[in-house]
């Protein structure tokens, strides 16, 4: 099945700096890529997602890039707010996984004001 | 338009009891999924469902839990016998269409299961 990597586990910043999460995927067949947000005791929360007929997308202070043949996509936040702290999940879905998506194990990002 | 119902939303069982969890998708939704997280940790699919059908269960444990989506009411996810590592947040979500397809996938708030 599918295979996804998230990394860091913990990233801290300073309020306004930027912030990039990285996950590869193993199943090179793969083709909807989302990006979840989840506050403590809150569901998740979709925040920005990219299909594989393009290779970035821009919402605001996010924007998700993803290279189809590294099988990688990468968050990332510009101008950091406290409220942007929270955990931040990958996943993938198509391919063999059709039907459902496949997390990353999590980043826990920490803007300090 | 509702979103994804889920209840109960906090429930406590003893070891050995039985646990059933409800979910009733957005209007419209007619593909139902099941995770589970763990405390401080990421989310794990158990069970694709569509309308009285079963279509992926990969990730359900083989003993002691299985869900269901009949034609009429919400999908129910049932752990017969629980014991302390069932205690975990249980997940709902639904969407329009195969996530494949253009599809996206909308959460429930969750059900947390204590098991004492």
């Known amino acids: 099945g599918e295979n996804v990597e998230q990394h860091p586990s913990t990233l801290s910043v300073q309020e306004g700096d930027s912030a990039v999460i990285k996950c590869t995927y193993s199943d090179s067949a793969s083709n909807y890529f989302p990006w979840y947000k989840q506050e403590l005791g809150k569901r998740p929360q979709l925040i920005i997602d990219?299909?594989?007929?393009?290779g970035e997308k821009k919402d605001q202070r996010i924007a998700v890039t993803l290279n189809k043949t590294a099988k990688h996509f990468s968050l990332h936040i510009t101008e950091t707010q406290p409220e942007d702290s929270a955990v931040y999940f990958c996943?993938?879905?198509?391919?063999?996984?059709?039907?459902?998506?496949?997390f990353g194990q999590g980043t826990i990002l920490t803007v300090h004001p | 338009n509702a979103g994804v119902m889920q209840n109960p939303r906090h429930l406590v069982r003893r070891r050995g009891q039985e646990a059933r969890l409800r979910c009733s998708p957005m209007k419209g939704h007619s593909h139902v999924y099941w995770y589970r997280q763990l405390p401080e940790e990421g989310l794990k699919f158990m069970v694709y469902?569509?309308?009285?059908?079963?279509?992926?269960e990969s990730g359900m444990p083989k003993e002691r839990f299985s869900a269901e989506f009949p034609k009429e009411g919400p999908s129910i996810l049932r752990i017969q016998q629980v014991v302390r590592g069932d205690s975990a947040a249980y997940f709902c979500a639904s969407s329009p269409v195969r996530l494949a397809d253009t599809g996206e996938l909308f959460f429930g708030e969750g059900s947390r299961l204590t098991v004492l």
């Open positions: 469902l569509q309308k009285e059908n079963i279509i992926d």
């Open positions: 990219i299909r594989s007929n393009v």
């Open positions: 996943a993938v879905a198509g391919g063999t996984s059709y039907g459902k998506l496949t």
